[in-house]
């Protein structure tokens, strides 16, 4: 299993690796400091590099997706992985989530 991770390189995060309940902490932590910082209207969510994810993943998104819209952001995500997918439609919350194209 690769190690997780949260980049940001211009008005892209990035998420990669194993998303769990042992990743998600530092991964919320990391990630809202990187987006303290974000300059630009738009926010993207890339998952394409998540590898796996549990419900964690899905409370990733919407922690970031919150932070960058407390900011004046507009939020997309593209990448989603099936899993991650398959969870939000179980908890009804692909409607809600900006997908775009991966």
Known sequence: MSEAQVNL?????????VLDYTSGPQLRE??????RGLAG??????????SKS?????????AFMRD????????????LP???????EVCALDECLPLGDS
């Open 68 to 79: 960058a819209q407390a900011q004046g952001k507009t939020v997309r995500i593209v990448g």
């Open 82 to 88: 099936e899993d991650m997918r398959q969870i939000a």
């Open 54 to 62: 549990s419900s964690v993943g899905l409370a990733l998104l919407l």
């Open 30 to 35: 990391q990630g809202g400091r990187l987006l």
């Open 9 to 17: 390189q211009g008005n892209c995060l990035s998420l990669s690796g």
């Open 41 to 50: 209207e738009q926010l993207q969510i890339d998952c394409q590099a998540v």
